[in-house]
Every structure is written in C-alpha cells, then in structure tokens.
C-alpha cells in the first residue's frame, strides 16, 4: 500500500467521515458526485488493509529493536476495518472528482511506468510482475491493480498541483538552515559495474565478472562488456558517504574497500554491484548547489503537513457530495 493510501487511511480512522453499517455485497451504498460506491469494492479493501496490518505486525515483532508498545498493540476490529476502508473509498472518490473538475488526467503510458518501476523495486521485469498479480488475483486482480495505479497517480497529480507546487521556501529560510552547515563532504570517487535484478542468473554474472578481474582483467574492460547502468561503468562516480539515504551495503564497501583492491559483490535491493575505489577525498561544496538542495530539502518538510492540511480541508468541504443509500 502507498504512504499516500496510508495516509488516506490514516485520517479515515481519525475523523471517520460517516458510519459504516451491515450491507449486502455489491449493493450500491453511497455516490460521490453521482459516482457509485458499491460494498463490495469496500470489502475489499478493508481485506487489503488487514492483510498490510498483518504483515506489518509480523515485521515488528520480528524486529528486536522494536518499541514493546508497538509490538503489543491490538489488531483493530473487522468492523473498524470496514468503517476506514469505506471512508478512504469515499474520501478518494472526492480526490478523484476533484482531480477531474481540475482537468487532471494521465494515460496507460504513465501507469505502464510506474508498474514498470514498481516491478524493477521487486526486482522483477513489468513481464513477471504482471504474471505474479494475475498468479496472486487473476485477470481482474491485474485490472484492479492498473486501476489503483492510475487513480494514486491522478491523486498526486493533483496534490502537486494544489499542494507541492504552492509551497515556498525564502532565502532567510535558506540561509538559517545552512549557518552551521560544513564547507565540504567526504566523498568516494570509484567505477563501477552493476547487474539488474537479484536473482540467480544476475548472482551469477556478477560473480563472473569478479572472476575475470581476478584473473587479471581491467575494470574498465570487465565493466564495458558486462555492466548493465546506462554508462557501462564508464563513468567514475563522486558517491558522498555522508549520505543517510545510501544503501548501508554500498556505504560499507565504498568506505572500507583497500584502494587498488579487487572488491567484494554487493547486493542492493535492485541488483548487484562491484566497486573500485580510486579515491577517497573531501569534496568542497558549491554554494548554489548547497542552498538549492536546503531549498528541497525544507520544502520536502513542509508539504506533508501542508498537503494533509489541505486533504482535511478538501474532505470537509465536500461532505455535501457524498450520498449514502
């Protein structure tokens, strides 16, 4: 489930908009803006958000470091299950209205790239994702899933538009936030050869190419017939170990590898990689470039309270719309 559907779900079991009750399936419950929502496409979702409930759960009580008041929380009810999924289907039927009076639209080409990216997060081709919802909910499972995409995409769409693209961030702001900031960032300059997916035949042309370097190879060589990232390993990165958002893997190696050294494989959550590390160095910081990325970064901060904000307005304003049968 996306953090947007999340989110969604989140102010549905904190301002629940309207009640749910016992209702035949396929029934007709309630429109939006004339739309129908039916009971049916309500039980299933709240069946989705059980099933994320569950795996959640298990994940945190799996994990050791995990809060004892997060690991021993109660499941909520089937019936508080229900009343969230109805109010979120209710609550996105308003976005979509919304999005549609704003002119806000998209095509297959922009679903087919995100399943796409959705896919290669799996580490799977669009081909096999596709086989593996259709093998989970059949042909009408794999429509649904086309369905949810396009209507997540329309919705931030439309949140961009009358949310992200609002905010501002002043220099004052800038400038407050950089007072203490450093001259310069530890970098490692290194090339580089990655192989797309993780599974056995992606392990195993890693592997082989390790090979060849032992035996002697250069890394430019091996990178230029084997790597997979659109340079073919040409070009030497600048990767900042200070990054946060580095998958710990690559920070380890990059930061530990002996310089001039055959490295180890690593495995990311997209693919397999191998480094050589040329260097390592403190990089000075362009200003510009600095206070652009303070300028993303404070913006990044403001328009998830910002966008829930207008999310509860937008709901309250349009309770007139919803029609309960």
């Not at 004892?68 to 999924?85: C, D, H």
């Amino acid at each position: 489930m996306s953090q947007l559907l999340k989110r969604l779900l989140m102010i549905a079991l904190m301002s629940p908009m309207l009640a749910f009750a016992q209702m035949p399936v396929d029934k007709v419950i309630a429109t939006v803006a004339g739309e129908p929502v039916t009971q049916q496409e309500v039980l299933d979702r709240a069946k989705v958000s059980m099933q994320v409930w569950d795996q959640e759960a298990s994940a945190i009580k799996a994990d050791k470091n995990a809060p004892a008041a997060l690991k021993n929380q109660k499941k909520p009810s089937a019936a508080q299950f229900q009343e969230a999924a109805l109010n979120e289907v209710l609550q996105e039927r308003i976005l979509l209205n919304q999005a549609k009076n704003s002119g806000i639209s998209l095509n297959q080409n922009d679903v087919d790239k995100q399943i796409e990216n959705v896919a290669k997060s799996n580490g799977l081709s669009a081909v096999d994702f596709k086989a593996w919802v259709v093998k989970q909910g059949g042909e009408k499972g794999w429509a649904n899933y086309q369905r949810d995409m396009g209507n997540e995409l329309i919705i931030a769409k439309l949140l961009a538009k009358e949310v992200d693209d609002k905010v501002t961030v002043s220099e004052a702001e800038i400038t407050e936030m950089l007072k203490d900031a450093p001259k310069s960032i530890p970098v490692a300059v290194t090339e580089h050869i990655y192989v797309e997916g993780t599974g056995a035949k992606s392990q195993a042309k890693i592997n082989a190419a390790k090979a060849r370097l032992t035996k002697g190879e250069s890394f430019s060589t091996v990178a230029a017939a084997v790597s997979e990232s659109p340079d073919k390993g040409a070009e030497k990165l600048e990767l900042p170990t200070n990054d946060p958002t580095m998958d710990p893997a690559v920070k380890k190696e990059v930061t530990t590898q002996t310089i001039g050294s055959i490295g180890n494989v690593v495995k990311s959550k997209n693919g397999f990689y191998l480094f050589n590390v040329l260097e390592r160095k403190e990089k000075p910081i362009v200003e510009s470039e600095q206070r652009q990325l303070a300028r993303e970064l404070i913006k990044a901060n403001k328009i998830g309270p910002a966008q829930q904000a207008w999310l509860e307005s937008t709901f309250n304003s349009n309770q007139s719309s919803v029609v309960m049968k």
